[in-house]
């Protein structure tokens, strides 16, 4: 939650900066202060960031550096333009060229989608990433041209669809994506639902082989608690390989039967106390 927070607080701030000031240089200013300050506030709380954070806090820096030195509030509105054609070439490059779909390599796992899903994904997002270039350049230019409106008030709603418009077109785009690949492709909830229950079953069985340690575990200490079972236990597994020392057992066996017995003999045969006194009273 903190990740996400960090991530989306520079938009934030560059968005209630240009309201409060109605300057977009100083909200430039404002951006890449708190993408630095997110940047590395990720880095020490966790020792680590998303390339995707690298990516855009690099993008700030390349175009509102230059916004802010040369006083040319346009340059900052490339970025968003730029950074769509950046992504659209990327995935053209690995899906075309490498023969590697980036959106397989990293939700592969979650979504097990065959190959031919992947790609007309692929290829959906390239053309959008294309639109969504050219759409920016609309707004932040022409609006004015089209529409006869002022330049303030172009560069108004600009910073509107820069911080929110763009994120809720992403959206929009992803759940359209989603809806037409279910309706062409029903077999994807089949996957989804088995990706689902092998989920579930995953813990499902662990739970069982917990249950059945427990009680292979509590079999173990009720025959160590047991001496007499031990014993019988211990015969058992070792009667088969090991003959000679059960010769030697019944053998020592035998020989303190032989024992007791002699000394049962030697107790019999021997005088009680009342015979040697009734034999001292004969004698006297």
């Not at 240009?18 to 966790?46: N, P």
């Not at 916004?67 to 950046?86: F, H, Q, R, Y």
Request: proline share 4%; glycine share 4%.
């Amino acid at each position: 939650m903190l990740a996400k927070i960090l991530d989306f607080a520079p938009a934030l701030a560059f968005f209630i900066s240009y309201r409060m000031s109605g300057d977009l240089i100083l909200a430039t200013g404002i951006i890449i202060a708190c993408c630095v300050l997110s940047f590395a506030l990720q880095y020490l709380l966790w020792r680590k960031f998303s390339r995707m954070q690298v990516f855009l806090t690099g993008a700030v820096l390349l175009f509102g550096l230059p916004t802010i030195l040369l006083k040319d509030p346009a340059i900052i509105k490339w970025k968003v333009t730029v950074v769509n054609l950046i992504l659209a070439s990327a995935i053209f490059f690995f899906q075309v060229v490498l023969r590697k779909n980036p959106f397989a390599y990293l939700l592969g796992k979650e979504l097990p989608l065959p190959d031919y899903i992947w790609a007309k994904i692929g290829l959906s997002f390239i053309f959008y990433f294309i639109v969504a270039a050219g759409l920016n350049v609309i707004i932040a230019f022409y609006l004015p041209t089209i529409f006869g409106i002022d330049e303030k008030y172009a560069e108004s709603l600009w910073v509107d669809y820069k911080t929110f418009g763009n994120a809720i077109l992403n959206f929009v785009f992803v759940m359209v994506v989603f809806f037409i690949l279910m309706r062409r492709h029903p077999e994807m909830m089949d996957m989804f639902k088995e990706a689902e229950q092998g989920l579930v079953g995953a813990p499902a069985a662990a739970t069982t082989n917990s249950d059945t340690t427990t009680t292979t575990q509590n079999t173990v200490t009720t025959v160590t608690n047991a001496p007499h079972l031990d014993a019988a236990l211990d015969d058992s597994v070792n009667g088969n390989g090991n003959d000679n020392e059960t010769s030697n057992a019944a053998g020592n066996t035998t020989a303190t039967t032989d024992t007791a017995d002699r000394q049962t003999k030697a107790s019999t045969t021997a005088p009680t106390p009342s015979e040697h006194l009734a034999e001292f009273e004969q004698q006297k």
